[in-house]
């Protein structure tokens, strides 16, 4: 088999060439596969390609730069990066190891090769994981924003916006992706759902000890990192589209019996009318999803002639069961 892993890097001049000579060294001992890497030079201004270039030769493993012209942003880098992969399974990794690199790889590629699983997230919320160095704020928004995707998504997951995680390859380099910032990661999930792909997590930890340019306030409240977290919530909504309009018609039923209480039957009669409209709509939407993950399911399943069902899914045992 084959092993491919893909480091995007902007800016990353200052630590790059240790991530690479770390990970080359973790694959080292991992013979079983023949591994590759791929970087993914996002449009860094700073000598990110250069750094890549010189730590090359001296590494175990064939390494490929694509550069882009211009910074596209992380979900345009992940597309170049899987593109040119040609492994069996594909490992996502940050380029400055925020992710202890053999530690992480160790895991992904484990549970990897145990369950074949379409996507192995590394999760430091979940059970045993955890973050080191992160400022107070940022990890409380980022398991917030984890903590709601979750409860929309159809798995129990406890990560659903990382990067660092271990993929099928025939199954990503088949995956259509649109999104150009972070939200990719929870758009993949969000897509992996669609077409019943398995999908599962292993303790990880994010440790930013001897970070701190990362902690300034400019860097952690921009416009640019609240619209990022706001990207990624609003696929919750994509999740289960039906959820808001079903919550608004109990809203209403319970506005209505208020009324009747209350004896303002006029008032009554609107919020049932209302009720009945959200409830309707909720319908709506339920069935436009199911038409959408049937056809996104039907034109991945013609495309790569082999679809897998996770028989850990109760939504997908249901499905079989259906047919």
Same mark, same amino acid.
């Given at each position: 088999?084959?092993?491919?892993? !893909? ?23 991992? =013979? ?24 090359? =030769? ?31 399974? !594909? ?92 939200? !990719? ?55 289960? =589209? ?71 899914? =109760? ?9």
């Amino acid at each position: 088999m084959r092993g491919s892993v !893909v480091i995007p890097a902007f800016n990353e001049a200052h630590g790059v060439s240790e991530a690479l000579v770390a990970i080359d060294e973790v694959l080292t001992k991992c =013979p079983e596969l023949e591994w590759e890497l791929v970087v993914v030079d996002d449009g860094s201004t700073d000598h990110t390609s250069e750094q890549v270039k010189t730590v090359t =030769p001296g590494l175990n493993h064939p390494l490929l730069l694509h550069k882009h012209p211009t910074n596209r942003g992380l979900g345009a880098a992940l597309r170049t990066g899987f593109t040119a992969t040609t492994g069996d399974v !594909v490992i996502v990794m940050d380029s400055d190891l925020t992710y202890p690199a053999e530690a992480t790889i160790t895991a992904l590629l484990s549970q990897w090769l145990q369950k074949r699983s379409h996507v192995v997230i590394a999760s430091p919320w979940a059970r045993d994981g955890r973050v080191v160095g992160v400022p107070k704020m940022l990890a409380f928004r980022s398991r917030a924003a984890n903590k709601i995707l979750s409860m929309a998504s159809q798995h129990d997951l406890h990560t659903v916006t990382g990067m660092v995680r271990a993929y099928d390859g025939d199954f990503i380099r088949q995956l259509p992706i649109k999104a150009t910032g972070p939200d !990719v990661n929870a758009e993949i999930i969000f897509k992996a759902e669609g077409l019943r792909a398995a999908i599962t997590e292993v303790p990880a930890v994010l440790d930013w000890t001897g970070r701190e340019e990362r902690y300034t306030p400019s860097k952690l409240v921009n416009s640019n990192a609240r619209w990022t977290t706001l990207k990624s919530l609003a696929l919750a909504h994509l999740f289960r =589209p039906y959820a808001l309009p079903l919550m608004a018609s109990g809203l209403s039923i319970m506005a209505m019996l208020f009324m009747l209480i209350a004896g303002k039957d006029t008032l009554a009669t609107t919020a049932l009318a209302a009720g009945v409209v959200a409830a309707l709509l909720a319908v709506l939407m339920f069935q436009s999803k199911r038409q959408f993950e049937e056809l996104m399911f039907s034109q991945h399943a013609a495309s790569t002639h082999k679809v897998e069902w996770d028989s850990s899914c =109760p939504h997908c045992r249901d499905e079989v069961s259906k047919s």
